[in-house]
């Protein structure tokens, strides 16, 4: 499967980059060879070789889930520069759908 410089350029669009003319050339020629790549081990035959998620064995230690009891909300709210009901009140981050900072 080959890749060319319109899919580098639409998923630029998607990740919100730009790119020159010279940039999207050279991202096609890395994405062609790391595409390459992968379609060369896939013609590698694992008949039979398990599956393997994790090299090394390891087992999650988990704490008991309790309920504990939380901050009073007064001392809590001592530092906070601007609150509202109770709230803590923040810049919107979200605007019309559209991030933005």
Excluded: C, W, Y
Excluded at 8 to 13: D, G, P, R
């Amino acid at each position: 499967m080959a890749i060319n410089e319109e899919q580098v350029l639409h998923v630029a669009k998607l990740a919100k980059l730009s790119f020159t003319k010279t940039e999207a050339a050279e991202f096609t020629d890395q994405l062609g060879k790391i595409i390459e790549m992968v379609e060369l081990l896939e013609e590698v035959d694992t008949t039979g070789v398990p599956f393997t998620s994790n090299v090394v064995e390891t087992v999650n230690v988990m704490r008991p889930d309790r309920a504990e009891a939380g901050m009073n909300r007064d001392d809590l709210m001592k530092n906070v520069p601007e609150k509202e009901d109770g709230f803590i009140k923040v810049p919107a981050i979200i605007d019309n759908g559209e991030a933005g900072a």
